[in-house]
């Protein structure tokens, strides 16, 4: 009697896919954290209302959908609808680690922590599921918030981000041709804003420097902040990253239209594809950098979270 075989599928390298995916926007001149973010804010799971963060909030801003609201197939048919045929998932991923003692059980991270991790065996996994953008499912009768923003309010509402701010440097003119942040003074010197081509450029280069300036010593302490390398090399190459993502991400949760701040730097560009090429975590680090940078600024600011 033959023996029956079968062929287990390719594990799919998530890492990799992704990265691939970001190395043929940047070689195709479109940077994905200069995308035009949606008047509806953050992109969110739709039955949850939770708003997606790091990699997945930039993965599912740069899909090509008006309205950024997502579901599983599970919570589509949930809900009384369906996916429409022939419509294509988006990816969103979940990293976790799991923590287990010398006997086999689960500790919690405060847990292993007190053990200060001896005998502690660490198991990390990427997980990835399928969902799909509102526009792709039918059948529900879906109720999106009513956009009434225009444009001074959103410039308000990033004033009021900027005021809500605490232990973030302070801003300064010293330069009146450049903008930078100087982590050993822990300042960002900004031109005034009416040397700027307009008011979104002024606020998403705050925001940018705002970046930096969470990875200051006194902060988050980020290595591309307290041991910079230079123009061109990774860590300097991936601050840079971090900084743009983290202003993606605030101009999202401000209403900021980027469309016509994509004026894109050939330098930091060949940098990023450089060290994308050599390192597939390199754009998931610096998403989740990102993020907590932004989490650190927003910690005082409840009505932007």
Known sequence: MATKTTTQPPKIDMYQKVTDRIIALLEADTPPWRCTWSRYGMPRNYASMHGYKGINALLLAIAPFPIPYFLTMKQANGLGGK????????????????????????????????????????????????????????????????????????????????????????????????????????????????QFESSESYYNTAFHELIHGTGHESRLARPGITESDGFGKKKYSEEELIAEIGASFLAGITGIDRASLMENNAAYIQGWLGVLKEDKRFVFRAAAAAQKGVDFMLQNAPDFT
């Open 83 to 194: 996916v429409k045929k022939g419509s294509k998932a988006e990816q969103v991923m979940y990293y976790n680690m799991v923590y287990k003692d010398k006997d086999g059980n689960n500790l919690t991270y405060d847990e292993a922590n007190k053990q200060e991790f001896k005998d502690i065996k660490v198991l990390k996994y990427l997980k990835y599921y399928n969902v799909f953008n509102v526009d792709d499912i039918e059948g529900i009768d879906f109720a999106f918030p009513e956009i009434t923003i225009r444009e001074n309010e959103v410039i308000e509402r990033c004033d009021a981000l900027l005021n809500s701010l605490k232990n973030m440097p302070e801003f300064v003119t010293t330069d009146g041709s450049r903008c930078f942040y100087v982590p050993s003074k822990d300042v960002i010197n900004v031109v005034p804003m009416s």
